[in-house]
Protein backbone atom coordinates (compact mmCIF):
# COMPACT_ATOMS: atom_id res chain seq x y z
CA UNK A 1 0.00 0.00 0.00
CA UNK A 2 3.41 2.27 -0.41
CA UNK A 3 2.57 4.91 -2.80
CA UNK A 4 4.79 4.77 -6.46
CA UNK A 5 7.64 7.08 -6.89
CA UNK A 6 8.25 8.63 -10.35
CA UNK A 7 11.26 6.74 -10.52
CA UNK A 8 9.53 3.40 -9.83
CA UNK A 9 6.62 4.34 -12.26
CA UNK A 10 8.96 4.97 -15.21
CA UNK A 11 10.91 1.68 -14.37
CA UNK A 12 7.89 -0.14 -14.69
CA UNK A 13 6.73 1.22 -17.72
CA UNK A 14 9.94 1.14 -19.68
CA UNK A 15 9.88 -2.65 -18.55
CA UNK A 16 5.42 -2.87 -19.37
CA UNK A 17 7.04 -1.72 -23.13
CA UNK A 18 9.41 -3.59 -23.52
CA UNK A 19 12.35 -1.26 -23.29
CA UNK A 20 15.47 -2.66 -21.66
CA UNK A 21 17.57 0.21 -20.51
CA UNK A 22 20.42 -1.82 -20.44
CA UNK A 23 20.50 -2.46 -24.41
CA UNK A 24 22.08 0.97 -25.64
CA UNK A 25 22.30 3.07 -22.43
CA UNK A 26 21.18 6.57 -21.73
CA UNK A 27 22.59 8.07 -18.63
CA UNK A 28 21.04 10.83 -17.58
CA UNK A 29 22.37 14.39 -18.60
CA UNK A 30 19.69 16.33 -18.27
CA UNK A 31 18.20 16.66 -14.43
CA UNK A 32 20.09 18.06 -11.90
CA UNK A 33 17.82 15.72 -9.75
CA UNK A 34 18.98 12.63 -10.91
CA UNK A 35 22.66 11.19 -10.34
CA UNK A 36 24.56 11.60 -13.87
CA UNK A 37 26.42 8.66 -13.78
CA UNK A 38 25.90 4.59 -14.40
CA UNK A 39 23.49 3.89 -12.06
CA UNK A 40 20.10 2.15 -12.63
CA UNK A 41 18.25 5.75 -11.56
CA UNK A 42 20.23 7.08 -14.44
CA UNK A 43 19.96 5.17 -16.83
CA UNK A 44 16.41 4.07 -16.34
CA UNK A 45 15.43 8.32 -16.15
CA UNK A 46 17.61 8.81 -18.84
CA UNK A 47 16.58 6.31 -21.12
CA UNK A 48 13.00 7.83 -20.80
CA UNK A 49 14.41 11.16 -21.63
CA UNK A 50 16.03 10.37 -24.30
CA UNK A 51 12.93 8.52 -26.30
CA UNK A 52 10.35 11.19 -25.31
CA UNK A 53 8.65 9.07 -22.36
CA UNK A 54 9.13 11.88 -19.69
CA UNK A 55 9.64 15.55 -19.57
CA UNK A 56 10.31 16.40 -16.29
CA UNK A 57 9.54 19.84 -15.12
CA UNK A 58 12.32 22.45 -16.29
CA UNK A 59 15.39 20.82 -15.12
CA UNK A 60 14.50 18.25 -12.34
CA UNK A 61 12.54 15.17 -12.21
CA UNK A 62 11.38 14.93 -8.93
CA UNK A 63 12.47 11.33 -9.08
CA UNK A 64 11.34 10.10 -5.27
CA UNK A 65 8.30 11.99 -5.13
CA UNK A 66 4.61 10.04 -5.11
CA UNK A 67 3.08 9.48 -8.79
CA UNK A 68 -0.44 10.75 -9.51
CA UNK A 69 -3.00 9.04 -11.39
CA UNK A 70 -2.27 12.06 -14.30
CA UNK A 71 1.31 11.02 -14.23
CA UNK A 72 1.11 7.23 -13.88
CA UNK A 73 -1.13 7.37 -17.30
CA UNK A 74 1.32 9.45 -19.20
CA UNK A 75 4.22 8.17 -18.63
CA UNK A 76 3.16 4.39 -18.72
CA UNK A 77 1.20 5.03 -22.13
CA UNK A 78 3.96 7.46 -23.18
CA UNK A 79 6.31 4.94 -24.00
CA UNK A 80 3.62 2.41 -25.58
CA UNK A 81 1.69 1.64 -28.93
CA UNK A 82 -0.71 4.44 -28.70
CA UNK A 83 1.55 7.63 -28.28
CA UNK A 84 4.67 8.48 -30.20
CA UNK A 85 7.09 11.34 -28.16
CA UNK A 86 3.38 12.02 -25.97
CA UNK A 87 1.15 12.51 -29.35
CA UNK A 88 -1.81 10.24 -29.89
CA UNK A 89 -1.56 7.92 -32.64
CA UNK A 90 -5.28 8.20 -32.44
CA UNK A 91 -7.58 10.87 -30.65
CA UNK A 92 -9.90 9.88 -28.33
CA UNK A 93 -12.81 11.59 -27.76
CA UNK A 94 -13.15 13.95 -24.73
CA UNK A 95 -15.67 12.04 -22.01
CA UNK A 96 -13.81 12.10 -18.66
CA UNK A 97 -14.36 14.76 -16.41
CA UNK A 98 -11.94 15.84 -13.38
CA UNK A 99 -9.48 16.62 -15.56
CA UNK A 100 -7.75 20.04 -15.40
CA UNK A 101 -4.05 19.44 -16.93
CA UNK A 102 -5.11 19.55 -20.62
CA UNK A 103 -1.69 17.35 -21.63
CA UNK A 104 -2.99 14.44 -19.01
CA UNK A 105 -6.46 14.44 -21.33
CA UNK A 106 -5.26 11.82 -24.22
CA UNK A 107 -3.78 9.28 -21.87
CA UNK A 108 -6.32 9.64 -19.51
CA UNK A 109 -8.80 8.22 -22.39
CA UNK A 110 -6.47 5.96 -23.44
CA UNK A 111 -6.51 4.29 -19.87
CA UNK A 112 -10.00 4.28 -19.41
CA UNK A 113 -11.18 2.91 -22.78
CA UNK A 114 -7.97 0.48 -21.96
CA UNK A 115 -9.68 0.08 -18.39
CA UNK A 116 -6.53 0.51 -16.71
CA UNK A 117 -8.11 2.58 -14.52
CA UNK A 118 -10.95 2.28 -12.27
CA UNK A 119 -13.70 5.46 -13.80
CA UNK A 120 -16.65 6.15 -11.54
CA UNK A 121 -20.13 6.19 -13.15
CA UNK A 122 -19.76 10.38 -12.92
CA UNK A 123 -16.69 9.70 -15.42
CA UNK A 124 -14.39 11.42 -12.67
CA UNK A 125 -10.61 10.75 -13.57
CA UNK A 126 -8.53 11.09 -10.61
CA UNK A 127 -5.60 13.03 -11.62
CA UNK A 128 -4.45 14.80 -8.72
CA UNK A 129 -4.90 11.57 -6.61
CA UNK A 130 -1.84 9.87 -5.35
CA UNK A 131 -0.90 5.64 -6.82
CA UNK A 132 -0.49 3.11 -4.24
CA UNK A 133 2.04 0.84 -5.90
CA UNK A 134 -0.73 -2.15 -5.77
CA UNK A 135 -2.89 0.01 -8.43
CA UNK A 136 0.05 0.54 -10.63
CA UNK A 137 0.91 -3.31 -10.77
CA UNK A 138 -2.58 -3.88 -11.61
CA UNK A 139 -2.76 -1.01 -14.54
CA UNK A 140 0.43 -2.47 -15.78
CA UNK A 141 -1.07 -6.37 -15.80
CA UNK A 142 -4.19 -4.67 -17.64
CA UNK A 143 -1.73 -3.42 -19.82
CA UNK A 144 0.28 -5.92 -20.88
CA UNK A 145 -2.77 -8.05 -21.70
CA UNK A 146 -4.30 -5.13 -23.92
CA UNK A 147 -0.97 -4.99 -25.90
CA UNK A 148 -1.40 -8.96 -25.95
CA UNK A 149 -4.27 -8.32 -28.13
CA UNK A 150 -3.73 -5.25 -30.64
CA UNK A 151 -2.31 -5.79 -33.68
CA UNK A 152 0.13 -3.97 -35.58
CA UNK A 153 -0.63 -0.60 -37.29
Known amino acids: NNTLTRFELTKMALGANCIDYTISPVPNTFFNDVPKDQSEVSLVIGKARSIGIINGIGDRFFPNNPVSYGEMVKILLGGGYYFRRGIPVTTQASTLNGITDETFRQFAEHAAKMDLVTI ?32 PL
Open 120 to 151: DDDKIFPQNDPVIRRYMAQAVARYVVWLKNIS
